[in-house]
């Protein structure tokens, strides 16, 4: 696709229940990072990918939270047993490589997500 | 704990006046510095970025200046125009490790 490409675009969910988040990157594109816009936070790194693997998960908030990415192209993001907290813009993006001191990150809209 | 710091968090200038944001940062390591632009219900954008073996960057009306030794950087807008309204991140990072964003400054340009 042209750019990357993130469903829903929102979504609401009762609190407790599980949500899954997907991201479709851009087409080539090897790297592929999670941040989570809050009002007022700015953007909160979660996780990257570099291919398949996950080199840097300390950005999880939780064990709630999980990723993956398979055939190194989508990827989801997983929040189980959500709460209340967890109600912010999840914005995907995703860069040719990591690792070259240049990566220019291309982000998707986000999902806005909203726990009630 | 935030590794970089942004200010102002909201800024108003009139039609053709200068933007100027800034931030600092504590990490000697990072080797790289982008801006981006955030308009609202998109994500946000790469405006133009920097490397700490230069000063200041220019492109258009977007200037970056960085001081190494300070440890800071900013944005400066020239000619500011109502279409730069928008919310701008600097951010840093360590080659190879993701990018560490600010908390955002809010740009209102008035006509």
């Known amino acids: 696709g042209a750019g990357v490409s993130q469903s829903p675009s929102n979504k609401v969910t009762e609190k407790g229940k599980d949500v899954e988040l997907r991201c479709d990157p851009i087409s080539g594109h090897t790297a592929l990072y999670w941040y989570r816009q809050s009002l007022g936070q700015g953007l909160e790194f979660l996780i990257y990918f570099q291919g398949n693997s996950a080199p840097d998960k300390s950005g999880l908030p939780s064990d709630r939270f999980s990723a993956e990415r398979t055939g190194g192209s989508v990827s989801t993001l997983t929040i189980q047993r959500t709460q209340q907290e967890d109600s912010a813009v999840y914005l995907c993006?995703?860069?040719?490589?990591?690792?070259?001191?240049?990566?220019?990150?291309?982000f998707g809209s986000g999902t806005q997500l909203s726990v009630l | 704990q935030q590794q970089v710091k942004q200010s102002p968090q909201s800024l108003i200038v009139q039609k053709g006046g200068i933007s100027i944001i800034n931030c600092a940062y504590e990490?000697?390591?990072?080797?790289?510095f982008p801006w981006y632009q955030q308009f609202p219900g998109k994500g946000p954008a790469l405006l133009i970025a920097i490397r700490p073996d230069v000063s200041e960057k220019k492109e258009g009306r977007f200037t970056i200046s960085f001081n190494k030794s300070a440890k800071q950087f900013s944005l400066h807008i020239m000619d500011s125009q109502p279409g730069d309204s928008a919310t701008y991140f600097c951010?840093?990072?360590?080659?190879?490790?993701?990018?560490?964003f600010g908390k955002g400054t809010s740009l209102l340009v008035t006509p």
């Open positions: 951010a840093a990072s360590i080659s190879g490790y993701a990018l560490n």
């Open positions: 993006a995703s860069s040719l490589k990591i690792g070259t001191g240049n990566e220019k990150l291309f």
């Open positions: 990490n000697t390591a990072f080797d790289y």
